[in-house]
């Protein structure tokens, strides 16, 4: 826990401090402030007391240095099972922001989705980057022009890209031949009118995010942030490139 609380107020770790509190629990806890560790509160010789919690890196802690204090570790109680848990980010609008490093099953995923309500996902995407391949751009699935095509997903190293027009085929069932255009016929319209969408190729995906009802975004390290989208009504999936001040300026965050 980056913060505990010491006489009643929420504190940092630092190497002087003595006697603090857990602000879920109020068991005991004491700094870690190692040279070769992000400082932070442990608990005196037991598990954490939130089953959610992850060791913190210093990838979360950039991401919250973003967002006032007062804002970070914010404790939410669960009105069904009675558990309290530590919200990454609690924003003025109270949107809970999670930070997420290491895996999750989708029962825990569906747990903090309603527990947290109004919600979204940073998703740490350095340790799958090499696996996860940004491919060719797509209009924006509300435009007029967008909505009569239908693209397939793309792979890499496939060559060529293709859609195909409802209005050619009217009555096309799921088993049904259509007539294939090739993407680049329609190059310059799909530059006017893009704003960030792009296909892409995930290699042994973390499949549960596919499963989240809340806004999910990959951070890959770079300026941008990119959110993962179903591109249209058929399931197409596709990520939005953000670019990540402007993310957390949207959210609150300097």
């Known amino acids: 826990m980056q913060y505990a609380l010491v006489d009643g107020e929420r504190r940092l770790a630092s190497p002087e401090s003595s006697s603090a509190v857990c602000c879920l629990c109020e ?3 004491r700094p870690k402030c190692g040279s070769r560790i992000v400082w932070h509160w442990a608990h005196h010789a037991r598990p954490h007391c939130d089953t959610w919690w992850e060791p913190e890196s210093e990838w979360h802690r950039a991401w919250k240095a973003h967002f006032p204090e007062s804002w970070r570790e914010q404790v939410q109680f669960d009105p ?6 530590i919200a990454d980010v609690r924003t003025a609008s109270s949107t809970a922001i999670e930070f997420q490093n290491s895996p999750m099953t989708p029962e825990e995923l569906a747990s903090r989705e309603a527990v947290y309500g109004t919600m979204v996902w940073v998703v740490n995407g350095l ?7 940004i491919l060719g ?9 967008a909505r009569d095509l239908c693209f397939f997903p793309q792979r890499v190293g496939f060559l060529g890209r293709g859609f195909w027009r409802k209005s050619e085929n009217p009555n096309t069932g799921p088993r049904d031949l259509v007539r294939i255009h090739s993407v680049d016929k329609i190059a310059e319209q799909v530059r006017a009118n893009h704003i960030g969408h792009h296909l892409f190729d995930w290699r042994r995906p973390r499949s549960v995010w596919y499963l989240s009802s809340k806004p999910v975004y990959f951070d ?9 989208q179903k591109y249209d ?12 001040m402007t993310f957390v300026s949207s959210l609150g965050g300097a």
């Open 27 to 29: 068991g005991p806890v």
């Open 80 to 85: 069904l099972t009675g558990e309290k848990h």
């Open 127 to 133: 340790s799958f980057k090499s696996s996860f391949n």
């Open 137 to 145: 751009a797509l209009p924006d699935p509300s435009c007029e022009f």
């Open 220 to 228: 890959f390290h770079g300026p941008e942030v990119w959110e993962l």
């Open 233 to 244: 009504e058929r399931g197409l999936m596709a990520v939005k490139r953000h670019d990540k």
